[in-house]
C-alpha cells in the first residue's frame, strides 16, 4: 500500500556506482556488500545495519548520474578516501514497499507512479528518490530484496 511521507535531510556515506543502465541490477549488488563489509569504517551511522540507495530519475548533470548507497550519518567525520558523501535535502515522498527480486522492482514503481498520479500527485523527476533496505535483508542478496521505495513529490 503507497504512502505520503515526509523526510527530513538525509546524509549518507557510501559508494557511488556509475555505469550502463543495464548494469545497475549487477553493480548495485555488489557495492551493497562491499558497503555491509566495511560497514565498520562509517563513523556515526544511525542505523549501522540499514543501507539506503539515492538517485535522481533525471540527472542534470554528470556529478547527479549514478546510484549512491551508502548509511546514514549524524554528521561527516573521518571519510574514507575511497567513500563518498551526499547531502539530500528534506523532501517529501510517495512510498511502498517491494519484496521480491530485484528484477521485479520496477513493476513496484509502476503501482507506486499509478498511485501519486491517482491521488493527484506529480513525480519530481528532478530530487532525489531513495530506496531504504530492510536492516534484515541487505540489498546483497537480489533474488529477494526487502526495501521500502520513496519516490520524490513535486509540492506547492
Not at 28 to 35: D, N, V
Not at 76 to 103: A, E, K, R, V
Request: net charge negative; hydrophobic share 35%.
Amino acid at each position: 500500500m503507497a504512502e505520503l511521507k515526509s523526510v527530513g535531510e538525509v546524509k549518507l556515506v557510501g559508494f557511488r556506482v556509475v555505469c550502463p543502465g543495464d548494469e545497475y541490477v549487477v553493480e548495485i549488488p555488489k557495492a551493497a556488500k562491499q558497503l555491509k563489509e566495511r560497514a565498520g569504517e562509517i563513523h556515526h551511522a544511525l542505523h549501522p545495519d540499514q543501507q539506503i540507495g539515492a538517485f535522481i530519475v533525471e540527472a542534470s548533470s554528470p556529478e547527479e548520474d549514478g546510484y549512491w548507497i551508502g548509511l546514514q550519518v549524524s554528521e561527516y567525520g573521518d571519510i574514507s578516501t575511497d567513500m563518498i558523501t551526499l547531502t539530500i535535502p528534506p523532501h517529501t515522498y510517495g512510498t511502498i514497499f517491494h519484496q521480491g527480486p530485484n528484477h521485479d522492482i520496477r513493476q513496484s514503481y509502476e503501482q507506486l507512479h499509478q498511485w501519486i498520479h491517482e491521488n493527484g500527485y506529480t513525480r519530481s523527476t528532478k530530487s532525489w528518490n531513495l530506496e531504504i533496505y530492510q536492516k534484515e535483508n541487505q540489498p546483497g542478496d537480489p533474488s529477494d530484496v526487502r526495501v521500502e521505495l520513496y519516490d520524490a513529490i513535486l509540492m506547492g
